[in-house]
């Protein structure tokens, strides 16, 4: 934890680093919630309350700058571990927690650990501990809509205080005030960050707070909003009458329409059934997958009648995990595809994904040989050095991050250039197959710095791998002309609006951020819930499929109140809805849930659900009440398909 969240994302106090290393963060926790003790997210305690990420606790600790003498007022106890750690830093501790249950257990806690010089009380934190003031650094572990007089009145001379501020009750500003000598305060900006309210006398009223909290949260009130609201759908997803909903994404060039699991049948029908009308009439031509860019390449071959191999050399969607395209949801929608391509201007099929790195190196090498093999002989030299690591490419990145093994980058990087540079020439003997080979030498570059960042931890990994599937988009739109118009097929995760979610918090950018900053209200972001059903996962990564029994929605969810309404299935209208009103309703941040290949019901809260503000998240979102998992194509079904069909069985894997 120490070393890839906090030292490798720029926490360089080493007694910071010290005092996290050696509080274990397990004794603070509910014992169901211990094995995540130690991953960069915040985990809830009792009373409602979280505790908050490693990296923001060494956030605000490292600013305070806090020293070995120094006297520390803590607003915001919660379990006291931020209280723990600061115990190991400075002389004296003072902490505040307006939870009486929680002080107490607080107490309890760091009294057995031997934390002695950490002092817990009951009472209103906005007031401060006046009977211990002047305190060197004060910090305030809750979001207020300012500074509290109180506190600023108890900082001593050069002290220092840290607090998220801001009005909006979901979103604050992390900021850092200091206290000249002279008495003039001094206040720096460290970031957006996501805090529970800070309620008291000095903070958030909280009779106002609670009263808003508790219209915000009756199922009765939103559910009646998003019934009215919401547009029907009858009989499978598959009939879906989609023309309102074609009306609001209008010109819209790029539509991302998500998926709230990666198995799940009726998510993949209806996206299939969607893109089809915006094929039939919007005129998109583009359609890009959350898939490999060679596997992807299969597809579009097939669909568009191009010249396949004559012999398949390797096996498409034979990773793990198989099941997320290589089943009968997905196929029907290929051969749908090939059957209209015949007689229509041809859409093609297309992969986003970097984690063919491989297969994309071969790909890239065998189109300069055939068309200049000089550059293939330095496309070889500049690969080469790739090349050990195949078998794991992991490991790459970890020798390259540790020093022992020069990294890549240049050569990579130099490659692409080239490729693109000779485009002229290269294009001029074949469009597609440079289209091909540029796609695959952008995987090559990307997918070494994916792997090499991998090893930092915090959101620079995440972040390389959407910002490559935003610039492929990007490269495809350009290939395909000013009127081209795409529909992408990927995750919530990646097409919803990571600022409207604590995605945004951690730092980290998706798809659907990029595409509307880049293309505004022409980018159209769909986002799929369900309640209940089953679901084709792993228990673990890399592990066998698994039809499982998708649970009951959490009753904080926003997939609890589209369960509410008793609708089976509907469109809901988020971005000019018919009431404005269930705009203002959805924003306060509450629970989503987020499936993907890998599924762990016994901690599902955990494992999986996050905190979002679904309007600013998504432009429209689909609700499907009871679904079921998508059916793979079996080893005999796929031996039936033609050779060089995407989905057969031929080639080693």
Request: aromatic fraction near 8%; include cysteine; proline fraction near 7%.
């Amino acid at each position: 934890m120490v070393s890839r969240h906090l030292a490798a994302r720029g926490i360089r106090d080493p007694a910071v680093l010290a005092a996290m290393r050696s509080v274990a963060r397990e004794a603070f926790l509910p014992p169901e919630l211990a094995e995540f003790a130690y991953e960069d997210s915040p985990l809830p305690i009792a009373q409602g309350q979280t505790i908050s990420q490693p990296y923001i606790v060494a956030l605000m600790i490292a600013a305070l700058e806090v020293g070995p003498e120094d006297r520390v007022l803590e607003v915001g106890t919660g379990s006291g571990y931020a209280a723990a750690v600061l115990g190991r830093i400075a002389r004296e501790v003072y902490t505040i927690e307006r939870h009486g249950e929680l002080a107490d257990a607080a107490t309890a806690r760091l009294h057995e650990l031997g934390f002695h010089n950490v002092h817990v009380r009951h009472g209103d934190g906005t007031l401060g501990w006046p009977e211990h003031a002047p305190y060197d650094a004060i910090v305030v572990a809750a979001g207020g809509p300012d500074v509290p007089e109180a506190l600023v009145g108890q900082l001593a001379a050069g002290g220092r205080l840290v607090i998220p501020l801001g009005d909006d009750r979901s979103l604050q500003t992390l900021v850092r005030i200091v206290r000249d000598a002279d008495g003039r305060l001094r206040r720096e900006d460290l970031g957006d960050v996501r805090f529970v309210p800070l309620i008291g006398a000095q903070g958030w009223d909280e009779e106002a707070w609670t009263g808003h909290a508790r219209a915000a949260s009756a199922p009765a009130t939103i559910t009646h909003l998003v019934r009215e609201v919401a547009e029907p759908i009858t009989g499978k997803p598959t009939d879906a009458d989609v023309g309102a909903l074609l009306e609001r994404i209008g010109d819209a060039r790029v539509v991302c329409l998500g998926e709230a699991t990666h198995g799940t049948s009726e998510f993949y029908a209806l996206r299939a059934h969607i893109t089809q009308a915006l094929v039939r009439r919007c005129g998109c031509t583009i359609v890009a997958a959350e898939a490999d860019w060679p596997d992807a390449a299969r597809i579009n071959r097939y669909a568009r009648g191009l010249p396949a191999p004559p012999v398949p050399e390797w096996r498409a969607f034979a990773r793990f995990p198989q099941w997320m395209w290589r089943n009968h949801e997905t196929l029907g929608f290929v051969e749908w595809l090939r059957e209209w391509n015949v007689t229509h201007p041809p859409v093609g099929f297309y992969g986003l994904d970097l984690y063919s790195l491989y297969r994309s190196v071969r790909l890239v090498l065998d189109y300069l040989d055939r068309v200049d093999p000089a550059a293939a002989r330095t496309a070889r030299e500049r690969y080469g050095r790739l090349m050990p690591w195949e078998g794991d490419p992991a490991t790459y990145g970890r020798a390259a991050v540790s020093g022992r093994y020069r990294d890549c980058e240049d050569e990579v990087v130099a490659m692409l250039r080239d490729m693109i540079a000779r485009e002229v020439d290269y294009a001029a003997r074949d469009r597609e197959h440079f289209l091909d080979a540029v796609g695959n030498a952008r995987v090559v570059a990307n997918a070494e710095a994916y792997y090499r960042i991998m090893y930092y931890g915090g959101s620079a990994s995440w972040n390389r791998r959407d910002q490559h599937m935003f610039e492929t988009l990007e490269a495809l739109l350009r290939f395909h002309g000013p009127h081209a118009k795409a529909v992408l097929w990927e995750h919530n995760s990646h097409l919803g609006d990571a600022a409207a979610t604590e995605m945004g918090v951690r730092g980290e950018l998706n798809v659907g951020h990029l595409c509307r900053q880049t293309f505004g209200d022409r980018a159209y972001l769909v986002g799929f819930g369900t309640d209940h059903g089953t679901v084709a996962a792993a228990h673990d990564w890399d592990g066998p499929m698994h039809v499982m029994s998708v649970r009951p929605a959490h009753p904080q969810s926003y997939e609890s109140v589209c369960h509410e309404t008793e609708l089976p299935a509907f469109f809901l209208p988020l971005r000019n809805p018919a009431r404005p009103e269930v705009r203002e309703e959805l924003t306060p941040p509450r629970l989503e849930r987020a499936i993907g290949v890998v599924y762990r019901p016994d901690t599902e809260l955990q494992s999986h659900y996050f905190h979002a503000a679904l309007p600013h998240q998504f432009d429209e979102w689909i609700w499907l009440d009871e679904t079921h998992a998508v059916r793979p194509i079996g080893d005999g079904e796929a031996r039936g398909l033609p050779r060089h069909h995407p989905f057969a069985p031929y080639g080693p894997p």
